[in-house]
Every structure is written in C-alpha cells, then in structure tokens.
C-alpha cells in the first residue's frame, strides 16, 4: 500500500446525528487520506459508527476507542496512529470540501514528487451558519504569499483578533512529534494550543488558497458561544497559561524576528479571550483567577508580562473601571461574531 498523504483525526463524543457527513467528506481523499476517528467515551452511537466505517473501509478507516478524556486527547491519539505524512484534525460536526481536498492532495502529491514537501499547509475554511445558510469564508491572502513556498520573512502582519486557527492548518506530522505536541485532557480550547506550539519548528510553509474546511455553527452548547464562557473561564486560563510558559520569545526573536512577532500577536489575542471570559459573567473568584494568571505570567517571564499587559490590546481593557471595560469587551466580541457570522 502507497504512503498516506495525510492523516485525517476526528475527535467523536455523542456524534452520531452528524459525524456521517464529516466522515462522508474525507472518504473522497480515496486511499491517499487515512481517517482515524477517535470515539471518546461516547454514551450514543458513535463507537459504532466509528467500527462501521472501519469495517467497510479497512484501508482508510481506522476506529479508536478511548475513555473520555476532551478533545485534546483525540488529538493526541491521532497523532500517536498517524501514518500519513501530514496531519489535519476535523471535528466531527465540520466537514471539508471534495473539490478542495481533491486540490489539496494534487498538490502534496506534486511536492512529494518533487521532493518539496513543507513543514506546514495553510488552507482558507469557512463559518457556516446553518439557522440562516449565511458563512464567512477566512482567506490569507494579505498576510501571505499565495501558491508558493515561503519562510516567516514573508508574512505579514496580522491585525486585529486575525490569526491562523487550527482549522487552516495542517502540520506535517514529522514537525508535531519533534515538538512534542501533547494537548491536555479535560479541556476546552486546546486548538489553540495546537496553532501556536509548533510554530518555531515550521521553517517553510505553503499556502494553498483553497475553501477546504467548513466549520459548523449552530449548536446552542458550542465553545463560541457566551453562555459558555462562565463555565469553562479556568480551561481558557488553563489554556492561556500553557501557552504564556511554552517559549521564551525573546529567544526567539534572536534568529526569527517575524515569528517573535506573530507569537506575541497570538498571546495578545489570547489574552483579549482569557478577559472576555472573566467578565462574560463576573465574579469575586473569576477576577481573582485572572489576577493569579496575571502574576504567573509576570513570575515566568517580566519580559512577556509587560508586553501583554502594558503595551498589548489587553492594556485598553485592563486599565478601564470594571463596569465599562466589561461592556466594551462584549460589545467588541458580540460586533467580531457578528462580522464571522457566528451569531
């Protein structure tokens, strides 16, 4: 059997009204994709819609069975199976496009054949809205060449709350166990995790402007969501303090100025999240986690610290009084949803 092009991982729980259709989508890859769908400790169907598939597809299909351990875990299970040369996580309730995937594979196909395979593939994806069938479709055309093979001196600036989200990337997997990648279980927002951690061992990069992945918006329980925020404020500092800690940036600035500055972007934007979930729904206990978090921070690396807090956009948010500053960041998040059409 030829060499799998790309490792495709989806993390299951409770997916059975929908995780068909994710799968359905990848299956188009034919015998160039791998599909491991990881059931985590599902109480529906799911486990055996995952051995279905195994069964009918043998070659592509691959079921994991695991005691619930979060989405982070499925990550990480995936990555540990991974035979493919690449690997890309889908959520069980997205999907990817066939014409996309069909481009996307051409093309790791050809820089296979060349012998110019990149440590990372950058793809646009799309918010699809299903109440009202609106999306908006996230392209980096401004901050990046397109077609080409490139370094981080050629990438622009990235403005505002713009990042790369896990869902446009897809790391070769090489890169992602030389780094050490494992997510922790039990929490939320790992993707995060996931697009920042590898980054300093991504030397060449390709950006394919192709809409591959469509992330589903539309269920009331989903992590976006501002209900959401008041139950999960310490994963999003869990998450926010794992990242602060992985990298001393100045280090990294020493040899790659460009890459310093989209990782401190990132931790800026981060930091705008990890505030939005304190004041989503304020409390006494929510205010003082985010004041250990701060001194944590300033305990790890002063440097980082006064650059988060001090010359950052979470500085406008720190330094208002409480009650303004709290209507201004969900005012701020409501307008960014709004924008992506995620509602």
């Known amino acids: 059997m030829d060499e799998k092009l790309i490792t495709f991982a989806i993390p299951s729980y409770n997916s059975e009204a929908y995780m068909r259709k994710c799968i359905d989508s990848i299956l188009t890859g034919g015998d160039e994709v791998e599909i491991i769908i990881v059931d985590d400790g599902s109480k529906d169907g799911t486990g055996a819609i995952a051995d279905e598939y195994e069964k009918a597809h043998p070659n592509i299909c691959r079921a994991v069975h695991q005691e619930n351990g979060g989405h982070g875990e ?42 110019t395979l990149p440590d990372l593939y950058i793809t646009n994806f799309i918010y699809d809205r299903v109440c009202d069938n609106e999306s908006f479709t996230r392209r980096y055309t401004k901050n990046m060449p397109t077609g080409e093979f490139f370094g981080w001196d050629k990438v ?108 401190l972007h990132v931790l800026a934007c981060l930091m705008i999240i990890t ?51 709290r209507a201004v960041i969900i005012a701020g998040y409501k307008a960014t949803r709004k924008k992506v059409k995620l509602g």
């Open 275 to 325: 505030i939005t979930f304190t004041v989503a729904v304020p409390s006494k206990e929510k205010y003082a986690a985010l004041k250990e978090l701060w001194r944590n921070i300033k305990e790890k690396d002063k440097w980082l610290y006064g650059k988060l807090k001090y010359r950052s956009y979470p500085a406008i948010y720190t330094f208002l009084p409480r009650p303004l500053g």
């Open 156 to 263: 622009k600036r990235f403005r505002g709350s713009s990042v790369l989200l896990m869902h446009a990337l897809m790391y070769k997997t090489s890169v992602l166990r030389e780094c050490g990648l494992s997510l922790p279980k039990h929490t939320f927002y790992v993707d995060n995790i996931f697009a920042y951690v590898p980054l300093p061992y991504v030397k060449t990069m390709f950006y394919l402007n192709a809409d591959l992945y469509h992330y589903y918006i539309g269920r009331a329980d989903q992590s976006v969501n501002v209900s959401s925020f008041s139950k999960r404020t310490d994963q999003q500092n869990r998450v926010m303090r794992i990242m602060a800690e992985a990298y001393d940036l100045r280090e990294i600035g020493k040899t790659n100025k460009q890459l310093k500055k989209y990782m």
């Open 74 to 115: 499925g990550v990480n299970q995936g990555m540990l199976r991974a035979s493919g040369l690449y690997y890309k996580v889908v959520d069980s309730d997205d999907w990817v496009d066939e014409k996309a995937l069909a481009e996307l594979l051409a093309t790791v196909r050809r820089h296979k054949e060349e012998g």
